[in-house]
């Protein structure tokens, strides 16, 4: 089990940036994907991002794809999404989330793909 501490939210106005990070407790985060989540009240929770074990390969929905930048420090065990160009629609609960299983091939998206979990951090985005 990786345990999973987001930080970094807040509010900020429309167009401009925040960085979220996501700091990882245990010794499997470096051989895990590793994803971003967000859940807008009334809505579910939905993919953001993710990225692979090694750092090469990504995923980005196609809602945030050229404004947030997924990355990671397998040496500081830190997950990191940098977003650029927010708008009001980004307002959410973020959650960093750890796949279940090590070194796998496939970078999953899906929610049921990710066994652990962080709090949540809240970024309000006012237009």
């Known amino acids: 089990q990786v345990q999973l501490v987001e930080s970094g939210g807040g509010l900020v106005q429309a167009g401009g940036s925040l960085r979220l990070s996501c700091a990882a407790s245990?010794?499997?985060?470096?051989?895990?994907?590793m994803g971003w989540f967000r859940q807008a009240p009334g809505k579910e929770r939905e993919f953001v991002a993710a990225i692979s074990w090694s750092g090469i390969t990504t995923y980005y929905a196609d809602s945030v794809k050229g404004r947030f930048t997924i990355s990671r420090d397998n040496a500081k065990n830190t997950l990191y999404l940098q977003m650029d160009s927010l708008k009001p629609e980004d307002t959410a609960v973020y959650y960093c989330?750890?796949?279940?299983?090590?070194?796998?091939?496939?970078?999953?998206?899906?929610?049921?793909?990710?066994?652990?979990w962080g709090q949540g951090t809240q970024v309000t985005v006012s237009s």
């Open positions: 245990g010794r499997t985060f470096s051989s895990r994907v």
């Open positions: 989330a750890a796949h279940r299983f090590s070194f796998t091939r496939v970078v999953g998206t899906q929610i049921a793909d990710f066994g652990s």
